[in-house]
């Protein structure tokens, strides 16, 4: 099996891949962060379907002193790829950002409510509608926020009493904005008005699929081509790219990634 860590061979090509090879025109529909557990790292772009992961660059504001720890990805209406920091990155906790897919630059976006409490410890951002949408907890699992953020760092809280974080994701076809805990078993719908979930399927956890190990953990969610993918892994290690079947809950094993990649967007 690959070593799961860029190395410096797949550094100097900048792809994190069986190999570290590409070949066939990677099309890479996915953008991803580093930031479980606080770390600092790099943006991502990922070609799901050939397993092929590139090395955008490090999460670094303009003076390249600072690194970012995400743990929410997004992509506005705008266009723009939009991002939230955990609650114990190393520094710039809790904050939104807006960060250059090009390069990986990082620039920070104020925010402006009355609700920004509820920003803290984002787990996954998504979009539906135009309407920006998040997840955050205190950790535990007992507190937790459902918000609206805009693209100038607006926060509005939908509810303050959602629990775990875990992973976001809107299917436009089934008109379902898809949540699973980060300790979770069922893929659950949330209700956009009321912040309330209604409970979904059983979500298999892959045990003999992928070196024996169970995927409980849920890092993150998005919707590529109408198939819900997410970052599992257990709690610190054994992180892999997962395709969720949304009518049978079946999980299928896709590539592994880095273990400190927490966030996933997907481009619209």
Same mark, same amino acid.
């Given at each position: ?44 772009? $990922?070609?799901?379907?050939?397993? %092929? ?41 809790? &904050?939104?950002?807006?960060?250059? =897919?090009? #390069?990986?630059?990082? #620039?920070? /976006?104020? $925010? ?37 953020? #805009?693209?100038?760092? =607006? ?37 956009? %008005? ?6 979904? /399927? ?28 997410? $970052?599992?892994?257990?709690?610190? *290690?054994?992180? &892999?790219?997962?395709? /969720? *079947? ?5 999980? #299928?094993?896709? =590539? ?10 997907? $481009?619209?």
């Amino acid at each position: 099996m690959m070593n799961r860590f860029l190395t410096a061979a797949c550094a100097a090509t900048m792809v994190f891949a069986a190999g570290c090879g590409s070949s066939g025109g990677p099309n890479y529909r996915l953008f991803a962060a580093d930031g479980s557990y606080g770390s600092s790292g790099f943006l991502y772009a $990922i070609d799901p379907d050939a397993g %092929e992961i590139k090395v955008v660059g490090g999460l670094a504001d303009s003076s390249g002193d600072t690194l970012y720890s995400l743990t929410g990805l997004v992509f506005g209406s705008d266009g723009v790829l939009y991002g939230s920091t955990s609650d114990d990155a190393p520094v710039q906790d809790n &904050v939104f950002v807006s960060i250059d =897919t090009q #390069t990986a630059e990082v #620039t920070e /976006i104020d $925010i402006e409510s009355d609700d920004d409490e509820c920003f803290d410890a984002v787990g996954d951002l998504e979009i539906v509608d135009g309407t920006i949408y998040g997840v955050s907890d205190d950790g535990a699992g007992d507190t937790g926020c459902f918000l609206t953020v #805009t693209t100038d760092g =607006t926060v509005e809280m939908v509810t303050d009493g959602f629990g775990w974080a875990g992973g976001l994701a809107y299917d436009a076809a089934a008109d379902a904005l898809y949540h699973l805990t980060e300790g979770g078993s069922t893929l659950d719908t949330v209700d956009l %008005e009321s912040g309330e979930l209604d409970e979904g /399927i059983d979500v298999d956890d892959p045990v003999d699929d992928y070196d024996g190990m169970a995927y409980s953990y849920v890092k993150a969610m998005a919707m590529v081509d109408g198939r819900l993918l997410a $970052i599992m892994g257990t709690y610190y *290690d054994n992180s &892999v790219l997962v395709e /969720i *079947d949304t009518d049978s809950g079946n999980v #299928t094993v896709l =590539t592994p990634v880095p273990d400190s990649m927490d966030a996933l967007a997907a $481009i619209r």
